[in-house]
């Protein structure tokens, strides 16, 4: 079982619609969660970050939390065709010795078509 | 604004080879992290620097790899006799805050073409 699993997609949806990405982990130690976006040929942006259960608004972007079910997503509202890029899911646990690694699932590929 | 940068942005070179990369971090960052990300994947962690002290070393990071940050500031990763699977995006990281709510920032990465 991979640590931090995402569906690779690709994800399609139109032009103004909600974009919903999943991401499941399996260390329940993992303390902190983070989006991060990625465009083609790109590093890593950093979209949200997100300790707590429940949901953290940040404009168009929403991550919710769930540790009991080691779940975390990303709703972003009102698509754009900018937001066309693949979405990753990074867990940090921050016990043992290996506090402060992210550790990434395989990425989700986002397309937003006009 | 100085945000993380690295060199070379790209890398070509000859199986055999040795390469050296740098990063410099976001100046107030006291750690800094190195990724290797490949095709279709998610980056996968190298080993990581709090000031100059490397603190760990992912089983990925073979002998052919040293990492060093000599005065807690910019950082240089070296592979040596390059091999064809070393081909990847190469990424640094920093960040300021040495507790579970840190929050990593990426440089632009090192693209390694192994021929």
């Known amino acids: 079982q991979k640590e931090v699993e995402q569906n690779s997609g690709p994800l399609s949806v139109p032009e103004g619609a909600i974009a919903s990405l999943n991401c499941t982990y399996s260390?329940?130690?993992?303390?902190?969660f983070f989006w991060y976006r990625q465009y083609s040929g790109k590093s890593p942006e950093l979209i949200m970050f997100i300790y707590s259960n429940g949901d953290k608004e940040d404009g168009r972007f929403t991550a919710q939390l769930n540790k009991a079910s080691q779940y975390v997503s990303l709703l972003i509202r009102d698509s754009q065709p900018s937001d066309s890029a693949t979405y990753l899911c990074?867990?940090?646990?921050?016990?043992?010795?290996?506090?402060?690694?992210?550790?990434f699932g395989q990425g989700t590929i986002l397309t937003v078509h006009p | 604004d100085t945000g993380v940068s690295q060199n070379p942005r790209h890398k070509i070179t000859k199986r055999g080879q040795n390469v050296t990369f740098r990063c410099d971090p976001i100046s107030e960052h006291n750690r800094l992290y190195w990724y290797r990300q490949t095709l279709g994947q998610g980056p996968e962690f190298l080993t990581y620097f709090q000031n100059e002290a490397q603190l760990e070393k992912s089983r990925l990071l073979s002998d052919r790899f040293s990492a060093e940050r000599p005065k807690g500031s910019f950082s240089t990763l070296e592979i040596q006799r390059t091999e064809q699977g070393d081909s990847a995006m190469y990424l640094c990281?920093?960040?300021?805050?040495?507790?579970?709510?840190?929050?990593?920032?990426f440089g632009p990465g090192t693209r390694l073409l192994v021929l």
């Open positions: 260390d329940r130690g993992s303390q902190s």
């Open positions: 990281a920093s960040s300021y805050t040495p507790s579970y709510q840190e929050t990593q920032y």
């Open positions: 990074a867990v940090i646990n921050a016990g043992g010795t290996s506090y402060g690694k992210l550790t």
